[in-house]
């Protein structure tokens, strides 16, 4: 698959409004311009499978306010990716809705893909899947999140996410005497 | 992990918060009470109903066992890893007879009355014994909504207690009347009594045991003059008492109600080493089969002799929904 990302302007002297093409430009919040495959896009974005089968995507770059041109490079990437790693058999039968599917653990490419990201950029990428629908990288990226926070205490996962305690010292103490089973181990 | 970069570090919403806590491993809620200690924000998410929700259908929808409560002794105010607090502090006043649907069946005797308790949340109805005399008791609690509900998060709202008991007939013969009333948590009273038209024959009468409801109906345990044990089944719609006999009618036998996959009933009974798992074919209650039999020697602690004839083992209870079965040695602490 040819895999086009990044290339910003370069796109726009691609303006092959063909009616049938088979990939997508998406445009990020920053102007940048990425193309994905359409039957990718369809397939692990609810919300792009909505546009395209709408006929609301833009072929001179579907505008994506909400997501910056790092994170929109991560989701082509995964998009391309994931295409690449499953056998084309599969391709036609994979119209799997992953809100009922059970969570099946993070395959090793996928693991890989989210344990290169830094922090912020994960964090933007998990911003990136929920706002796209895209059921499985939410559930990669949050998995990888949610191990972060494994064995950590309170003081330490505000640290990871940036949170700000907006408890008083007395409600802190009163909640860990009742809960006192859960600081076992702390 | 890369370090940050000059700008602020990226806000998470909501939805995807939500989405990473349930993610934490369910079967370690000390992670969830600590993200609720993070901040308030976090609390509320966690707090909130629809993601008790959310977390029981990602997770497979099953309940947790949060403990066990022993039965036929005082009711101990722990369970499990979790400590609950009892309605009121006299535990060996306490007998507990049934759990389901979020809710346990207490038995006091002093007052003598039922007593429906919400561990969780510390709620409890106390209620009156049945009117009508009896010599022993089955009870079983569960949701008053028959249809159209999970189970999952119905344990503030109206609730049935069923009552199973034989009583001493005061005629002749001598022989035992066996009856179930049930308590409507809406009505706020007992209903009449439905009583089994055969008698059992002497000595024969309820067991203080759980019950099992399995497709509309609650099967509770029989020991029969006999030695030998019965199933008392109660149609909880129609309000018809039946006796199923099972294939375990052996004096050294410990039989349980279980629910099978298939709608019908099912047993298991422990015969020195070996747990035999029976079922029923729905709506066929002389089609038993055994359906497993398990080498508890092979499961159990090395610590518990193989095949001795002084280690009693007992199955001491199941957990409906859960596909647990507890079974309990006399021998290691």
Known sequence: MEVDKGKGEA?????????????????????KLFEVSKEAAARLSTVLAGMIAGGSIDDNGTDLKQIGSEALENVVDYCNKHANSIPSAALISSSISFNTAPFKEPEEWERKFVDRLSHDALFDLVEAANFLGMERLLDVTCHKISEMMKGKSPDQIREVFNIKND???????????????????? | MAPRRGRPPPELTDDVIREILLRLPPSEPAHLVRAALVCRRWRRLLADRGFLRLHRAFHGGAPPLLGFLPLGAPATAEAAAWRFSLPEPEPHAWLALDARHGRVLLHSSDPKRLVVWDPITGDHHKLPLPAHPYRSLAAAVLCAAMDGCDHLDCHGGPFLVAFAATTRRRSSDHSETTWVSVFSSTDGAWGGPTSLSIPLGPASHVATTPGLLADGALYFTLRRGDDGVGILKYDIVRRSLSVIDPPFLRHDVVSMSMAEDDGGGGGLDLQRHFLHLWACRAGDDDGWVRRRVIDLDALLPAAVPKKCAFAVKRVSGFAEGADTIFVSTNVGT
Request: proline share 0%.
């Open chain 1, 167 to 186: 408890y008083t010292k007395e409600e802190l103490e009163e909640i860990r005497q009742e809960l006192a089973w859960a600081f076992y181990d702390d």
């Open chain 1, 11 to 31: 796109e726009e002297t691609r303006k092959v409004a063909e009616a049938d093409r088979d990939t997508v430009t998406l445009k990020s919040s920053d102007g």
